[in-house]
């Protein structure tokens, strides 16, 4: 079963996700961007996959290249939630 | 002058424990690293040094072998990289790869689909994941890639980097091997096949042999040009004077009985390093404990030394360790070099009972001193399934 994913919710798993995958949980904010949490693309698609996972939201390739910072993720999931 | 492989760092991991210093000194000293037919890595912690985001990008024979490469360019001094990046390699063999890695996501693909698969997967799970890791880790930009040619894997990736260093394309060179295959998979399908012991005790050239411990681990030799190396003030720790290498064409996994092919890969690394059998201070054997090996190498070493087979000590590090398969060449190249600087031939440990025909002197009970103050040289012997041998002459500096 997922979930509805709410801004609150979809940072709490995103920020979860992060820090799982080794980001520095001190600098994980919705303004921290991608390229300075040293996340790259396929940190990405695993925190796609998570996101899918928790909220049966279906993340593709192209909507993950644009995401520059933790708030667009969170912002798209949300959206794409709703 | 012609161009020579000088060993200016070593590093290992295995069941003895983390450093190269561990895997002598208790070798040396009678003690096993297997502990109820387990020769895992119980002392290896990959967090020790990683970050935790590196571990997880690195299956754990990666993990073993950026472990041994630290270490070994440590003891070189190379906190910064002495030569042009460009000119030193990195070449680390391995005989399965990230299996277990495979093995994971093979669970992942059949319980949640093939969308939940790991984007990581590939990466941890390619047999030149470890070359690639280490090479990435130290900012070397030379030719690196990984050798697979199972349980002579780290002896081919060491003697592909000697020939490197004296064809002029490399300064220095990583050289290695790692494995991690400890998995259900493995376990059973080594087991299937009838290599393994059904004991779980590895003692090689003993009547009473029932096959190989699968172990773990990692053997990494740092290798430099001779003069390079003198050049920069490295203290010299050994040198790689020879390697052999043929092919048995003969069976999927079984030595040809015979030993013609594996006694001529011995001979080309007596050749290579301009010495005659009566000049062997020591032969660290393959010595698997299986029963097949360890009579095939038995007479591949009498092909290939003739009279002299009897005189120099024989001793097996699977012994203590079991079976590092394509890690076993590099840790025991790593025993080997030390235990020639050392001057000192470890015991085959747990060999008691002798068998009519193996009649070498295998260095059974305690370690033996090697005596003189020449320059001591040695054989390594590696020899894989699908009939590949490969030998390293090693030499004191």
């Given amino acids: ?82 | 002058m012609s161009r020579r492989a000088v060993i200016t760092g070593l590093g290992a991991v295995s069941p003895l424990g983390v450093g190269a210093d561990a895997l002598i000194d208790r070798w040396s000293r009678g003690e096993t690293g297997i502990v109820d037919g387990d020769a895992s890595c119980r002392d290896f912690d990959p967090l020790d040094f990683l970050s935790r985001k590196e571990a997880r990008r690195a299956d754990r024979f990666t993990q073993l072998a950026l472990a041994a490469s630290d270490e070994a360019l440590g003891e070189a001094g190379w906190e910064e990289i002495p030569y042009d990046r460009r000119r030193v390699g990195c070449v680390i063999g391995t005989g399965i790869g990230g299996i277990g890695s495979l093995q994971e996501q093979s669970a992942v693909l059949r319980e949640k689909g093939a969308k939940a698969v790991s984007p990581l997967a590939v990466p941890l799970m390619m047999a030149n994941a470890g070359s690639a890791a280490v090479a990435m880790r130290h900012g070397l930009n030379g030719e690196s890639f990984g050798v697979v040619s199972a349980c002579a894997a780290g002896a081919h990736a060491i003697g592909a980097a000697v020939r490197m260093i004296r064809a002029g394309t490399a300064d220095a060179v990583v050289a290695g091997g790692s494995e991690s295959a400890m998995t259900e998979v493995a376990i059973a399908a080594f087991a299937s096949m009838g290599a393994t012991s059904p004991t779980g005790i590895s003692r090689p050239f003993d009547a009473r042999r029932d096959g190989f411990v699968m172990g773990e681990g990692a053997g990494v030799l740092l290798l430099e040009e001779a003069d390079s190396a003198r050049s920069r003030g490295a203290e010299i720790l050994g040198e790689v004077v020879g390697y052999g290498a043929s092919s048995d064409a003969h069976h999927l996994t079984a030595p040809d009985p015979s030993g013609t092919e594996s006694a001529r890969a011995i001979r080309m690394a007596l050749e290579d390093a301009g010495i005659t059998p009566s000049d062997l201070d020591y032969v660290n054997a393959h010595g698997t404990s299986t029963p097949l090996n360890d009579r095939s190498e038995t007479g591949a070493l009498k092909l290939a030394l003739g009279d002299d087979a009897s005189a120099v000590p024989v001793s097996s590090t699977k012994s203590v360790i079991g079976h590092l398969m394509g890690a076993a060449g590099a840790v025991e190249a790593v025993a080997t070099t030390r235990a020639l600087n050392r001057r000192v031939a470890p015991p085959t440990v747990g060999l008691e009972r002798f068998e009519e025909g193996l009649d070498l002197d295998y260095v059974p009970g305690d370690a033996r001193r090697l005596d003189g103050e020449h320059r001591l040289h040695a054989i390594s012997n590696s020899f894989g399934f699908g009939g590949h041998n490969a030998v390293l002459c090693i030499a004191t500096a």
Avoid: N, W, Y
């Fill in chain 1, 1 to 82: 079963m997922t979930i509805k994913a709410d801004p609150q919710s979809a940072e709490e798993v995103i920020r979860k996700g992060l820090e799982e995958l080794g980001a520095d949980p001190g600098r994980v904010s919705r303004e921290a961007t991608f390229e300075s949490l040293d996340v790259d693309s396929l940190d990405l698609v695993e925190i796609a996959q998570i996101v899918e996972d928790e909220f049966g939201v279906e993340l593709g390739g192209d909507d993950v290249k644009e995401l520059k910072t933790v708030g667009d993720a969170i912002d798209l999931v949300v959206a794409k939630s709703a």
